[in-house]
Every structure is written in C-alpha cells, then in structure tokens.
T-cell receptor
C-alpha cells in the first residue's frame, strides 16, 4: 500500500499524558500536512511541513502541540499533557511538492480519545 | 470566520437521480477548489478539483461547477448510487498544495 500511513489508528490517553501520532507520506511525497477534525465539524488545518522544516504552523495551538518531519522517518504530531478537548480525529496528508498540483492525499486518520 | 460554507448538513436522493452538493466561499484569494468524500472512520478521499480559471470540470459521474462571481461551487453526481452515501467536503486553497480550508461537510444518503 503506497498510500499515506498513519499510526496508531486509535489511541486512548488519560488527561495529562502525552500522545504521539505518526505519519508516513506517500512514496515520493516530501510535503506533509496535519489536520484535525472535531466531532460534527470539518477538517481544520494545523501544520504544514517539509523534511526538517515547518513551513506553516498557523493552525497549531500555541501550547502543548508540536510537529516534526525529520530527515529520516515519519512525521510526528505530539500533544503533551492532553486534555479532553484534544479528543478528535487527526488526519495526515501528503503531496509531492507545491508545484505538482493542489491535490493532497489523506491517510486513514488517528482517533485520539482522552479519558 | 467560516471561509468555506456548506449550508446543507444533509441531502437524501433516490438512486439513479442527480445529487447536487453546494459550497460557498468568502475569500476571493482562493484559486483552487476540491471535493473530498469521507466514510466513517476513514480518511477523506479526493474526488475532483477545479482551478479558478475554469468553470467546469468533469470526471465520470462527477462534475464540479464554479461560479466565481457568486463565489459558489457545486458538485453534481449523476447517476447517484447507494455507494455514494458518505460525507462530502468542499475545500479551497489560496495557492498550490497548501493549507486547504474545509467546509463542515454534507451527508449524502442515496436510497435504493
């Protein structure tokens, strides 16, 4: 499967714990995006990364959230000291580059539940 | 500030008929528009897109129409099939491949 791979698919964390969500982009894609979908809402942009660079993090909450896309390995969205309001579906997407067209392809999502 | 709006939360259509899903936007800087389909517990799947220099794009049963002056686009599905039942999201982008802005989605139910 050459699609965008996300893991874990489901994650349960207690309040105050850390959550780490991983995303491997499609083969040949060097641009990664993270989106969050709260219940009954559309997807909201969080962050846009290229290898080793954060291009746009305007949608990231200012505290507790961070993202990285290292030279080797998957992109990671990290949420520290989770709260109930962090419970959501987190979707990763990837594209080859900004010039190849606007279509970005999504992974299956990671569902975070904070109890 | 909702820059992309899908005002119909749900739509029910008979199998074989046309489904029309609507989307309005407010940001005149958007120049690329996409439709995604999403099943429960899955990621969004790309359906069709349109550049602002066009007013229509067709792909099989799916056609997207763009009215720039009205800041309105629509997705037509003809003929509708039960497998089309899903949530449909309209998305817009101000530049290539970056920071899609999504509508809240429309639930389409195709009855057989």
């Amino acid at each position: 499967n050459a699609g965008v791979m996300q893991n874990p698919r489901h994650l349960v964390r207690r309040r105050g714990q850390e959550a780490r969500l991983r995303c491997s982009p499609m083969k040949g894609h060097s641009h990664v995006y993270w989106y969050r979908q709260l219940p009954e809402e559309g997807l909201k942009f969080m962050v846009y990364l290229q290898k080793e660079n954060i291009i746009d993090e305007s949608g990231m909450p200012k505290e507790r959230f961070s993202a990285e896309f290292p030279k080797e390995g998957p992109s990671i969205l990290r949420i520290q000291q989770v709260v109930r309001g962090d419970s959501a579906a987190y979707f990763c997407a990837s594209s080859p580059d900004r010039r190849s067209g606007n279509t970005i392809y999504f992974g299956e999502g990671s569902w975070l539940t904070v109890v | 500030d909702q820059q992309v709006k899908q005002n119909s939360p749900s739509l029910s259509v008979q199998e074989g008929r046309i489904s029309i899903l609507n989307c309005d936007y407010t940001n005149s800087m958007f120049d690329y528009f996409l439709w995604y389909k999403k099943y429960p517990a899955e990621g969004p799947t790309f359906l069709i897109s349109i550049s602002s220099i066009k007013d229509k794009n067709e792909d099989g049963r799916f056609t997207v129409f763009l009215n720039k002056s009205a800041k309105h686009l629509s997705l037509h599905i003809v003929p509708s099939q039960p497998g089309d039942s899903a949530v449909y999201f309209c998305a817009a982008s101000p530049e290539y491949g970056n920071k899609l802005v999504f509508g809240a989605g429309t639930i389409l139910r195709v009855k057989s």
